[in-house]
């Protein structure tokens, strides 16, 4: 079967740094994906990868080791407005669809 | 990125009857799917939308109760069929290009309720 774990909930204050993990098993894999859902929202994509590294986008970095099925999202310089739902997904290479992880509440306090 | 419109945007309905979401995108886009998620869970794929022939279903899920049809590369439609209470849940049409970093985009989801 396949299964994303994640922490389910995460909190932090305002201005600090934190890390959101998930760990994978999948028939098949073509990248890692983050997604942030804001409550009431839609999933919105945040960034992806496909090789072995750190990704950075602005605040937020992805980073993937395949050899030990894991990847991480940090979040750095933490505001209320990223207080969301955040959602790793592995793309499954041969049919295109994506599997979303159990996802992580993060709660940013002021 | 696609701009995805999903109709209705939330609606209430009697058990045993049928409920059909639309999902229009203002671009052809590859691939296209059908997400579940109830309230504070996770994204859970029904189905994979293919143009001209008949949805491929994951597990747990199957076309008596969930026909989707994608006539072209912009359109498709879910229908939950009669319904139950259990069914009551958010439903997502997401897309995306299918090849290398092309990631998903999402409809803004129908809430449905079931009494």
């Known amino acids: 079967g396949q299964s994303l774990e994640q922490p389910s909930e995460v909190t932090a204050v305002e201005g600090a740094i934190v890390q959101i993990n998930c760990t994978y098993q999948?028939?098949?894999?073509?990248?890692l994906s983050w997604y942030q859902q804001h409550d009431g929202g839609a999933p919105t994509f945040l960034s992806y990868?496909?090789?072995?590294g750190l990704e950075e986008t602005g605040r937020f970095s992805s980073f993937l080791s395949r050899s030990d099925s894991y990847g991480y999202l940090l979040l750095q310089e933490l505001q209320m407005k990223d207080s969301a739902s955040y959602f790793c997904?592995?793309?499954?290479?041969?049919?295109?669809?994506?599997?979303f992880g159990t996802g992580t509440r993060l709660k940013v306090l002021a | 990125s696609a701009v995805i419109s999903q109709k209705p945007s939330r609606d209430i309905c009697q058990r045993g009857t049928s409920l059909t979401i639309q999902c229009q995108v203002d671009s052809q886009v590859t691939m296209m799917f059908w997400y579940r998620q109830q309230p504070g869970q996770s994204l859970t794929l029904i189905a994979t939308?293919?143009?001209?022939?008949?949805?491929?279903?994951e597990s747990g899920f199957v076309i008596d109760k969930f026909p989707i049809s994608r006539p072209n590369l912009t359109f498709s439609t879910l229908t939950v069929s009669n319904m139950s209470p259990e069914d009551s849940s958010i439903y997502l049409c997401?897309?995306?290009?299918?090849?290398?970093?092309?990631?998903?985009?999402f409809g803004n989801g129908t809430r449905l309720t079931v009494t």
């Open positions: 999948t028939s098949g894999f073509y990248g």
């Open positions: 939308a293919n143009q001209g022939s008949e949805a491929t279903y």
């Open positions: 990868n496909a090789l072995d």
């Open positions: 997401s897309v995306s290009q299918g090849q290398g970093k092309s990631p998903l985009h």
């Open positions: 997904a592995v793309r499954d290479g041969g049919s295109y669809k994506y599997i």
